[in-house]
Structure formats: C-alpha cells, structure tokens
C-alpha cells in the first residue's frame, strides 16, 4: 500500500488549497481514509477522516465548516478542499489508511491508521 499526498503550496490567509492522496495497493474502497497535520514542533493532529464508502466524514473542530474530506473510489483518490485558510492551518498535511473491512466508519486517532503517505505542505500567510 502507497499513498503519494500532493497539492501543498504557499497561499494567503482566506485562500484555498485542495489536497490529493493518490493510492496503489489493495481495494481502495475497502480502506477508511483520513489526513492528518504536523506543525512545525508540534504533535500530528487529526484534521478530517472518510469511510470507505464515503457515507460518513469526520472533521476537526478547528477545521469544520472550512475543509471538505471527499473520495473518487474509481480514482483510488482522497481528496481535502480547504478553504478559508488561517495562518494556523500551516503544516505538514499527511493522509493515511487503514483496512475496514466491516463498517462504513473512520477512526480519529492517528494510532487506528497503519498507512501513511509522506507529507505535502502546506503555508499560510498572514
């Protein structure tokens, strides 16, 4: 299983970005998938997670009603749209997966997660 993240870049506060997270590997519809964040001296952070079907999402308060978590099952792709982009939004943005084989769940803690991709990151500028 690989999962290649990408879409970071420079962008202003109240900008938008939209992540990608490309996987190879096993049935990409049987994986929940989540992206999660790193700033710079600080512990990675839950930012959003989707289910395997994409019927249920999760998010972050710090992140909600600003970023939408989607998922292209044909595309073997995740996908993360943020918007309205605050200087704290700044970091290392990884997705990650893990096998579900029995419900249309995501999990919020990074420890459920057994894949990870290597990092697209993102700065926001005041």
């Known amino acids: 299983v690989q999962l290649q993240a990408s879409g970071g870049g420079l962008v202003q506060a109240g900008g938008s970005l939209r992540l990608s997270c490309a996987a190879s590997?096993?049935?990409?519809?049987?994986?929940?998938m989540a992206w999660f964040r790193q700033a710079a001296g600080e512990e990675r952070e839950f930012v959003a997670a989707i289910s395997r079907r994409g019927l249920n999402t999760y998010y972050a308060d710090s992140v909600k009603g600003r970023f939408t978590i989607s998922r292209d099952n044909a595309k073997n792709t995740v996908y993360l749209q943020m918007n309205n982009l605050k200087p704290e939004d700044t970091g290392a943005y990884y997705c990650a997966a893990y096998y579900e084989a029995n419900y249309d769940l995501a999990r919020r803690s990074r420890d459920g997660y057994e894949y990870w991709g290597q990092g697209t990151q993102v700065t926001v500028s005041s």
């Open positions: 590997g096993r049935t990409f519809s049987t994986w929940a």
